[in-house]
């Protein structure tokens, strides 16, 4: 496979460890494995992996903690955990400090395999904006963050780009010259009435009636030029951990 997905399987058990393994790497992955918290902890300062599987009961630095130390240093890897038995408490701890899932033992395997082979194209955000410069500059900081990052300045091709490949969001401008951004999010919405849009403008004011509008057909959110970077990030990310809780069998309202 192609830049090739690599994973981090942590748990105490030496046996469990090497059959997550086994059959990762039998399916395509790149494995990393640790048998301890601490152990993980010292891989991660030479590489990062795309996906972390983490038990939470080790000995030593458990789950939770391995977890919290990790999201402090690599924050947007995603972490799924792993339990025989997890407390209420420890699933809300978990949640809270970033980890996407927790899965009860034994893991569903196939499920984990459905959640990889995803990973990497669920990464892909489309830009619609008529301003090239605007366009340029936002698509140069998401690939920063390592997003795939399409745009297009031609409203009228959105749906050629959305038909071609699978977008995780898109960011709509609600001025394009003559047409308004909602005509554009109503056809969207016809043809994927589920799809993940953040609409955007420079002009607030003016744009009240169709912000509303947005809203209305769903827009998941409303930015304002010049936007914060950040605050955009978080929304991406908090639909990108939406869409992969639901995939790992949680029932997450988008």
């Known amino acids: 496979m192609n830049d090739q997905t690599k994973v981090l399987v942590v748990d105490d058990d030496v046996r469990m460890t090497k059959t997550i393994c086994d059959i990762l790497q ?15 902890l010292e891989k991660l300062q030479s590489s990062v992996p795309d996906c972390i599987l983490m038990d939470i009961k080790m000995e030593g630095i458990d789950g939770i903690e391995t977890l919290k130390i990790i999201r402090d240093k690599v924050p947007d890897v995603p972490i799924i955990l792993m339990s025989g038995y997890v407390t209420e408490e420890q699933v809300s701890d978990a ?16 499920v984990i395999l459905s959640f990889l082979s995803i990973l990497q194209k669920e990464k892909k955000i489309l830009i619609l904006d008529d301003d090239a410069e605007f366009c340029r500059t936002l698509k140069d900081i998401l690939q920063l963050r390592n997003y795939k990052v399409e745009t297009e300045v031609n409203p009228e091709n959105i749906l ?22 909602t005509d554009i999010l109503r056809k969207i919405r016809r043809k994927y009435p589920t799809k993940p849009v953040i609409i955007f403008t420079g002009y607030k004011e003016e744009m009240v009636e169709s912000i509303a509008k947005g809203f209305q057909m769903g827009a998941y959110a409303c930015l304002y030029k010049p936007f914060n970077v950040d605050e955009l990030i978080r929304y991406i990310e908090e639909i990108n951990r939406k869409k992969f809780q639901h995939l790992l069998g949680e029932r997450i309202e988008m």
Do not use: C, T, W
């Open 160 to 181: 050629y780009y959305m038909e071609n490949e699978y977008k995780l969001v898109v960011l709509l401008d609600l001025r394009l010259g003559d047409i308004n951004g």
């Open 26 to 40: 039998i399916k395509g992955y790149g494995v990393m494995d640790a048998n301890s918290g601490e152990e993980a």
């Open 95 to 110: 949640k809270y400090h970033g980890a996407y899932v927790v899965m009860s033992k034994p893991v569903d395997i196939q």
